[in-house]
């Protein structure tokens, strides 16, 4: 049985993406691990952080960005696809490079797939979410956040990277990736998948507040295109809001990010009491709605979530 690790990424440094230490914390237990490297900036040393790595297992596949033919952020899913084209294992770990796992849980991962490797009835394995907010110790527990996503896929052509690159899908038809291709809802279907008690460690909103604007900037570009209009309505500091209001972490962070979690300089810049600036527009956890729903949720139904985004069937359940 062999595993490909595979990922995406463009400007990491300027993002202030842990790219390297997303893909150390899988890399134990890849057999290859394939990187789609944009066209980064020129002050951008993305490609040099990534040959700090000193393994035979990487392999770098240069890429460029085209985000007039794919908008919405289908840019992401492209490059995923250009990524798991040169994957040669029996199973794919798809990480995005500001997500990370932890080592306490590679064990029960591969052993997983080494058990269904021969039952083609499973196309990938779920994992859950902690979504880190503003710092390493808070994170969301609300329904406005995804809670299980696909993170192991098997190496099937037929399956492809979908939307925003959030997940994957089953296609029947395929038109050779074009914008189409990654937003219909026709000729695909969910992947059947077993759901498995590991963490995926998300640290996409947690960067100081200047680059997290910067990061914002850069998705609503990839997204709306050169938009002046939507790009001047984001702050030049992002505004976080009061993190209490969020779960508080008590566990331990994989330990590839231990130098990276030591940069964290701007505890001044957060706010942890009190009630949000009313002067910003809320965020999609702050707002009403989501507060109750979330409520419910967390309070009578043991976190199950009410409708929402669920781009998967579950056929198992595995506590290993």
């Known amino acids: 049985m062999k595993i ?7 400007n990491a440094e300027k993002l202030y993406i842990p790219a390297k230490q997303s893909i150390l914390s899988i890399l134990p237990i ?8 944009g066209d980064n900036d020129k002050d951008d040393h993305t490609l040099e952080i990534i040959q700090s790595i000193k393994s035979e297992k990487i392999k770098i596949v240069h890429t460029k960005w085209n985000t007039k033919d794919y908008p919405k952020n289908t840019i992401f899913a492209q490059q995923t696809d250009i990524a798991k084209q040169h994957c040669k294992g029996d199973w794919l770990f798809y990480l995005q490079c500001d997500e990370a796992i932890h080592q306490n849980d590679l064990k029960t991962i591969k052993k997983a797939c080494k058990d269904n490797l021969e039952n083609k009835s499973v196309d990938g394995f779920l994992f859950n979410y902690l979504h880190f907010w503003g710092d390493y110790n808070h994170y969301h527990n609300s329904h406005s956040w995804y809670k299980k996503e696909i993170r192991i896929i098997r190496n099937l052509p037929s399956i492809h990277s979908w ?6 899908r089953k296609f029947s038809k395929w038109e050779g990736g074009t914008f189409n291709d990654y937003t219909s809802k026709k000729d695909n279907a969910k992947l059947d998948v077993i759901e498995l008690d590991v963490n995926v460690f998300h640290y996409g909103y947690v960067r100081p507040p200047k680059m997290m604007s910067s990061k914002r900037k850069s998705s609503s570009s990839s997204y709306h295109g050169e938009n002046a209009k939507i790009l001047s309505r984001i702050a030049i500091e992002y505004d976080y809001g009061p993190l209490n209001k969020l779960n ?10 231990k130098d990276w979690i030591g940069l964290f300089d701007w505890s001044s810049k957060l706010q942890y009491s009190g009630t949000r600036n009313k002067k910003r527009a809320p965020h999609k956890h702050e707002k009403i709605k989501y507060r109750l729903i979330s409520f419910i949720e967390n309070t009578f139904l043991n976190g199950k979530v009410i409708g929402g985004f669920k781009n998967y069937n579950i056929i198992k359940k595995s506590k290993i």
Do not use: L, N, R
Not at 4 to 10: D, H, L, P, Q, W
Not at 30 to 37: L, Q, V
Not at 248 to 257: A, F, I, L
């Open 4 to 10: 490909s690790g595979f990922t995406f990424i463009k």
């Open 30 to 37: 890849c057999d290859e691990f394939i990187i789609a490297i």
């Open 163 to 168: 939307k925003d690159a959030q997940s994957f």
């Open 248 to 257: 508080k972490y008590e566990g331990s962070h994989p330990s590839v990010m």
